[in-house]
């Protein structure tokens, strides 16, 4: 089974910009959640879809969105980008039906806002 | 709130020294408790997991991990590592309160093995 797959890998971007950054789930997942990874912070939950649905939230501003599609793959949008918004960004995927599911993680798409 | 801590930041050991890396979470409810791994230009990647049943989890690579519910703790074991241990490990809870994919992660622990 192929992994998850994330385009692009690499973005550079200006601030005030705004940026889609797309993931594939392992076929047959139904959830997908995203991450956002800095040496600072760590790893924190943006949020999750499951069929279509936002299923979890974490706690960043709404400048962070996403959507996902019939298919499963799933965006996540960043609108008017912040030099803090720098990171890589994991998605994950997960059958989605228990809570204790493992999660696959891509590789990430490491963002650059200058 | 719901938070992971993992007591050290880098760990510097020799080969077939043992290890242990500690993980505390706080929330008094139901939780599924994960350890992850990324080695050098990898993505992450799954070590073990603990659900439910016997709270010693045997994972991949030779890893065990076992939750002590009263200490709320979730440690990480080997009894000899290796150089291709060299990597940042991640302790991660998913508590009842959040269900679905929301996993909470500690700040990592970066542990060198020198050869």
């Known amino acids: 089974k192929a992994g998850v797959t994330q385009t692009p890998r690499y973005l550079i971007k200006t601030r005030g910009q705004q940026v889609t950054l797309s993931c594939s789930p392992i076929?047959?997942?139904?959830?997908v959640s995203w991450y956002q990874q800095t040496p600072g912070q760590g790893l924190q939950f943006l949020f999750e879809?499951?069929?279509?649905?936002?299923?979890n939230k974490g706690n960043f501003p709404g400048r962070f969105s996403g959507r996902q599609f019939s298919n499963s793959r799933s965006e996540m949008n960043v609108s008017t980008l912040e030099l803090g918004d720098s990171a890589l960004y994991l998605c994950?995927?997960?059958?989605?039906?228990?809570?204790?599911?493992?999660?696959?993680f891509g590789p990430g798409t490491r963002l650059t806002v200058l | 709130a719901q938070s992971v801590s993992q007591h050290n930041h880098h760990v510097i050991l020799s080969e077939a020294a043992s290890l242990e890396l500690g993980c505390n979470y706080s929330y008094g409810g139901t939780v599924n408790l994960f350890w992850y791994v990324q080695y050098p230009g990898q993505h992450l990647q799954l070590l073990l997991k603990y659900f439910s049943g016997d709270p010693l989890v045997k994972g991949i690579k030779g890893f065990e991990a076992e939750f002590i519910k009263s200490k709320f703790s979730f440690n990480l074991r080997k009894p000899s590592v290796q150089w291709s241990d060299t990597a940042e490990y991640f302790c991660a809870v998913i508590t009842s309160k959040n269900q679905g994919g929301k996993l909470i992660f500690g700040q990592g622990t970066e542990l060198s093995v020198k050869p």
């Open positions: 994950a995927s997960s059958l989605g039906l228990a809570a204790g599911d493992t999660q696959y």
């Open positions: 879809y499951f069929s279509e649905t936002q299923r």
């Open positions: 076929s047959g997942h139904r959830s």
